[in-house]
């Protein structure tokens, strides 16, 4: 074993040896230290970044050039997933770009308004007065009394710990308990009536964000939402950089599955705290999430689920007690994970599917759920069809070089007229540009010709342009840039641009949507024309502009009435589910009519691609590809 | 809080800090210190007994020298439940008498020849080959393909840790891999063929001892049984004191249950290290046992068990997944409970009664299984009736003066002609007397006059005997004694007497289950006459010389022919509930018919009771209920 040398990581000031050669995001990693790496530590973002504070700064190399810009390179800023330890230093982590406004698509929908949606969520509570065993009615037990007291029932199926609490339960209250049963069987009891205490949550766990809903089974309301980033993310920002992580390495599966179940559990205390609810009661729980974030949930290694041809380890709609998934709610809770329909279309499409009803329409309908990686559903009662679109983190502003979250200081609408005029999120001094932003901002720069329909910034032709314009159309450090703002208006200290690298990320981002959504079309012989509506799901979706993101061919060209935002459809879906169990079948049976196209198993989705990743007008895929990364 | 002295307990030489006033039982006790304490801590037998090496003596109890005698006490003997700490002192913990003789009674039934039982076992292993998902079969997954292969079956079913296994396990061995399941349930998937290995356990926990069976499931086959005492005796050697020290207690009842995991564990590991088999191959596993040990091994609290109406918590059929229990075998292994028919009529009846075929039969028959606590089974075909007898430990041995297991040593067969005549286990100096053999001896001396059928020592008319019987006759330390062997000839080097408080307790325990046939009998209308068989079950019933127990009134009157030795009857019954689902269900049906009789509850069991404790010749019960304790 090589000697280690002493690394201290600030703000955090912990000092761990490190043996030469390693990288600081590996160290950092295997310590416990958080290193936000949303590429899962390819060089490919800069979210990685650290400041070399003391000890000899290791020669940068072309990534970070790339990534950080010659300024902080020479300024000692290195990416932490492409420099090694040389020797003992101190080091700072930057700190991700301020995340505090982050917001929860709640989803409040009003289920008790809503005759569609039965509130038959399988939950019983039920207060009764259970006889005590005595020398009369000598032939019995404990058990057997409070289940006839129910009116029947199986004594083999109640939980151990619940056996084990029952005597005492029993004789503390005279024999009045309340029972609570799902699907028939028992899973707790206690003593006096709590019979009104009956909640559920639900929860869609996304690769960028978890959020949770807490319900009264009973009347359907909404009683807390709470929500959080998936704190996986410090292994990789998109979900083929989590499965590298977790590759073939149970330890790595460890962390990524332990992160999850924290964050989960701290979004349930949270909830209840803000209800005033006991965890205890909570009896029912759903959870909508894609593939990964399923199969990373339960323990599974989902190195498959990257690899061709990503078949999940299982789809069935999966139940189990919260106590075997460490879950802290009530030990004997049912836990429901909705069906996986294929591949990467998920549960949480299963759960869009469900809150859109696109299943009961008569006419052809789209659910678009743009997101690390898109889902694209389109059909209708007679036919349904599903794919997924691996869309990468570039639309949530991730990858991009001025790229953030859709926060505080986030340009998220840009006009270009005989100049640019940004609007920021929280009217402050613009600090980045969010996915919603950049969107706008491409199709407001094709419609100036500051693009051209390959996605080329137009630096040659820019003398054609208006001269404040023109200014901001630049190439430094080798590469053509448009400056949104320029340094004095930055909350940032330097000009805020879009890169050509910018563009490129974001034409590939939008092109998998795009040739998702035209697949489907193809496949189901549908032309734009018979589409009657399109549905956004998503948090992202909920944020776009439509009129840009058709104008930049990121939704197919159908009348702007036609395209609606449906909010946070996967949470609202499992809402349904844990509310209703017909819902929940619902889902099951579903799961196992819907077709899943798989692009890349398809001999012609490679033209349909390379068309989707262009902009509307002249034809350019040849120039593009040769200009993507 | 009152200052702690220091304690050394000798032979295992640790010191333990421990609050004057506390008895060195329950300080050695909490301190995870084993001394044996058969009675529960009560001073009613002599197991716990340490002597003082350092330190002051406390003064004895009447305790100490009703069961040490004087001379012990004089050399500093106590008994540990009864004397207090006072001060730092050092103690030596005294060994039980040698348990290495113990024998288990192995009960090795041929299943191969009996065509009676069929090989059912509910657990089936198949080698298959299952597809991978690929490409042009995309809507599938792993677990789909692998159900596929087996005929299909319900993905949701499959176990979470089995899930996690299946991607790597199938892509290891291309898709051969075998599948266990139970009753049509996944519960494991291996890779290649092991097919030809599918083993189970039964194990029978007496109060007294545990034994363990394993078996090849599909032959049939015994492949090793092991035995050990029940590790739980040092919390008391009878149900009633367990119960008392589990009482309201889950610190304590954890123990019991620790320890009685802890001694199965080690069976298992035994058995198969005996059979060169490996616990993972262990996919089915049935116990039977009293309901206090049911309940015990459950984790469920005895404390209701043990008062009046002595209703269990449950008793239904349980099965459990063998992980849910800690027991190191398959994970996913199915423990199924036998069903517990009412009140200290346990599961272990069940296997006896599984076993005997009594419910087949046409005729009337009976069995009684012999232990701390009788269970006694009487019926035909058409009826079916159990009442349990709470014997205590004296037919075993204990709370008897020089009584002792029926192990190296002990007296196990007496005659009295012009001299006694003992024969021992060993043929070595005798040591003590065995349960058997305190049957055999009482039956002889009442032959010989030396007692009289209401249980007392004949030292009035002691002059009316052969002169060397008339010497063993005596009164010392105030209480009358027969002494079965003198000094010299001891292998103790004391005289080993019979005393009147030895017959006494003997005269409880025979009462209890001779009332308990009585009982039946009665309620069911039948006579001896009636009784075509009367079966012996248990380790002990196996022992007794069967004339001696009917002269004493142990057992009926019947001709001997009519009475027989059936071995280990609960722990067959529980291998053919193992070996087969078809003997599994039966329990669970029969366990719903067997009318239970509550001795405590029947208003004339009190008149029964005390005609059962006298011995068979003039009635004398008012006399003997004087000079009962």
Not at 94 to 99: F, G, H, L, V
Not at 379 to 402: D, V
Not at 492 to 518: C, F, H, N, P, W
Request: glycine share 10%; proline share 5%; hydrophobic share 45%.
């Amino acid at each position: 074993m090589p000697a280690t040398v002493a690394v201290t990581f600030e703000p955090e000031g912990r000092t761990i040896r490190v043996a030469p050669g390693e990288t600081f995001l590996r160290a950092a990693q295997d310590a416990g230290i958080d290193v936000m790496a949303t590429c899962g530590g390819r060089g490919r973002c800069h979210s990685c970044r650290i400041k070399i504070l003391k000890g000899t700064v290791a020669p940068p190399t072309i990534m970070d050039t790339v990534q950080l810009g010659h300024e902080e390179v020479r300024e000692g800023f290195r990416l932490s997933c492409q420099t090694p330890v040389v020797e003992a230093c101190a080091v700072m982590v930057m700190p991700p770009i301020a995340e505090g406004g982050h917001q929860i698509l709640s989803c409040a929908h009003d289920f008790r308004a809503d005759s569609r949606v039965g509130l038959d969520s399988g939950v019983e509570k039920r207060f009764v007065k259970a006889r005590l065993p005595a020398e009369e009615h000598h032939q019995t037990s404990d058990v057997e009394e409070t289940l006839a007291a129910l009116g029947g029932g199986a004594g083999e199926d109640v939980p151990l710990d619940v056996l084990r609490r029952i005597p005492t339960l029993l004789r503390e209250a005279d024999g009045a308990v309340t029972v609570t049963t799902f699907r028939g069987k028992v899973i707790d009891v206690e003593s006096e009536d709590t019979s009104a205490h009956k909640y559920g949550m639900a929860f869609d766990i996304g690769t960028t964000s978890i959020v949770g809903f807490l319900m009264d089974l009973d009347t359907g309301e909404q009683l807390a939402a709470v929500g959080n980033l998936n704190p996986q993310a410090v292994y990789g920002g998109d979900l083929m950089s989590r499965i590298a992580f977790a590759q073939f390495n149970p330890e790595a599966l460890k962390k990524l599955q332990v992160r999850v179940l924290a964050a989960i559990n701290a979004h349930v205390k949270e909830a209840c705290d803000q209800a005033g609810v006991s965890p205890a009661q909570i009896y029912k729980v759903v959870i909508v999430g894609n593939t990964c974030m399923h199969h990373v949930f339960l323990g599974i290694d989902p190195t498959h689920v990257g690899l061709a041809p990503y078949a999940p380890t299982v789809r069935s709609p999966i139940v189990l007690p919260a106590k075997e998934l460490h879950l802290r709610v009530n030990p004997n809770a049912a836990v429901c994970f909705l069906p996986i329909v294929a591949g990467f279309v998920g549960a949480d499409t299963m759960g869009v599917i469900l809150a859109t009803r696109i299943y009961d329409s008569p006419d052809i309908r789209v659910a678009v759920d743009i997101g690390t990686n898109g889902e694209v559903v389109m059909g209708s009662r007679r036919r349904l069809m599903a794919c997924s679109a691996p869309a990468g983190p570039a639309l949530e502003g991730a990858q991009i070089r001025h790229g953030m979250r859709g926060a505080m200081g986030a340009i998220e609408k840009v006009e270009i007229g005989g100049d640019v005029v940004c609007s920021v999120i929280g009217a402050v001094p613009p600090v980045g540009i969010c996915g919603s932003g950049l969107i706008d901002a491409i199709a407001k720069m094709l419609d100036a010709k500051v693009l051209d329909s390959s996605g080329l910034l137009r630096v040659e032709e820019r003398d054609l342009l208006p001269s404040a314009i023109r200014d901001r159309l630049i190439e430094r450090d080798g590469e053509r840039q448009f400056v949104l703002v320029w340094a004095p208006e930055s909350g940032k200290g330097e000009d805020i641009t879009i890169t050509q690298q910018d563009v490129r990320q974001l034409q590939l981002a939008k092109g998998a949507i795009y040739s998702g959504i035209l697949m489907l079309e193809q496949v189901m012989g549908v032309t734009n024309g018979q589409i009657t509506e399109l549905m956004l799901a998503g948090g992202f979706g909920n944020y776009i502009n439509i009129a840009s993101a058709v104008r930049i061919h990121l939704l197919p060209e159908l009348p702007v009435e036609r395209i609606t935002y449906v909010g946070n459809a996967a949470g609202l879906g499992a809402q349904m589910a844990l509310l209703s169990e017909t819902e929940r079948e619902r889902a099951t049976a579903l799961a196992r009519t819907i077709e899943h196209v798989s692009l890349a198993a398809r001999p012609d989705f490679q033209d349909v691609f390379v068309g989707a990743i262009c902009f509307p007008g002249d034809e350019a895929a040849g120039l593009l590809l040769s200009g993507a990364e």
